[in-house]
């Protein structure tokens, strides 16, 4: 493998590494505090003014999205407001209950429409943001493991067959043992 793309997967492991962490602690947190990412976007196609509601919430071992956009009519006299972001923490009240066995369970998309608004809402488990996160570099620690398995003595260079019943070939894929330089006096 070239350098370069040696370089980029060791990147993009080291990146998906530290982003399963952090889903980890989002996830612990998201029991005890409410952290919500929320905007409003205003756009004018043609001669009607759409307003997009946004929210990304971290809440009780999910994550939910949530978009909503509402045609507000035509573009007429008043302009409407700029676009507006914002963060919002909130912490749970004490004693406040929690199911987390159905958190650990709920994928859901809901989505819904009337005449002037259609809302799309995704729920996703951290658990399941966490494991896609870190397949990264959980392949490629099975891989490593898998690799200095085979490097072992009196295994097979090729596959890792215990070649200790028959020194001579590999019985798994047909391959001959390296034999090692021996230096006589």
Known sequence: MCRFL?????????????????????????????????????????NTVVRNFFELKSDRGD???????????????????ASQWGWQRSRRPPGS???VVRNLREFRWDS?????????????????????AGLLPGGRLLLRHRRSRRKTPGRCHLC????????DRCPECGAIPKIPDTISN
């Not at 509402?70 to 008043?78: H, L, M, N, Y």
């Not at 890792?160 to 020194?167: E, K, M, S, V």
């Open 112 to 132: 819904w429409s009337s005449g002037t608004q259609w809302t799309r809402v995704v729920t996703v488990p951290h658990w399941l943001l966490m494991v896609a």
């Open 6 to 46: 040696r370089i980029l997967l060791n990147a993009a492991t080291v990146l998906s590494l530290v982003l399963s962490m952090v889903v980890v602690v989002l996830w612990m947190r998201s029991y005890v505090i409410v952290d919500n990412l929320h905007g409003v976007r205003v756009q004018r196609p043609g």
């Open 97 to 99: 209950p929690v199911d």
């Open 160 to 167: 890792g067959y215990d070649l200790r019943a028959t020194p």
């Open 63 to 81: 994550v939910v999205w949530f978009r909503r956009a509402v045609w507000a009519g035509q573009a007429g006299g008043d302009p409407p407001e």
